[in-house]
C-alpha cells in the first residue's frame, strides 16, 4: 500500500521513502530492515504500556539521525473507524 504523510517520523515503517517538492521526487530511499524491525518493536511496547519514548535510532539508520517519538496522544485506529469518502 502507499501511505501520503508530512510526518517525517513515520518514514522508519516504511520499506522505501519518496520525497517530493514542488510535485517532483527529489529522492528516492530503501529503508535499512533493521530500522524497521526497531521502529516496530518500539511502537508495539509503546502500544502494550501506553509509553511513548524515542526510539533507538542512529545515524545512518535510514533517517538524518533525528530521533522521533510516536506521541502520547496517538489513537490506535481501525480502518472500520474511517467512512468512505464520497466522491
Not at 3 to 32: C, F, N, S, W
Not at 65 to 78: K, L, N
Amino acid at each position: 500500500f502507499v501511505m501520503v504523510t508530512h510526518d517525517v517520523a513515520l518514514r522508519h515503517y516504511a520499506d522505501r521513502v519518496v520525497q517530493m517538492r514542488d510535485g517532483k521526487v527529489v529522492d528516492i530511499a530503501e529503508v535499512p530492515q533493521e530500522t524497521k524491525t526497531n521502529a516496530r518493536q518500539v511502537l508495539k511496547e509503546q502500544v502494550a504500556t501506553g509509553v511513548s519514548k524515542p526510539p533507538p535510532y542512529r545515524e545512518g539508520s535510514g533517517g538524518a539521525g533525528e530521533t522521533h517519538a510516536i506521541p502520547s496522544s496517538t489513537t490506535i485506529r481501525q480502518p472500520s473507524d474511517y467512512r468512505a469518502a464520497a466522491y
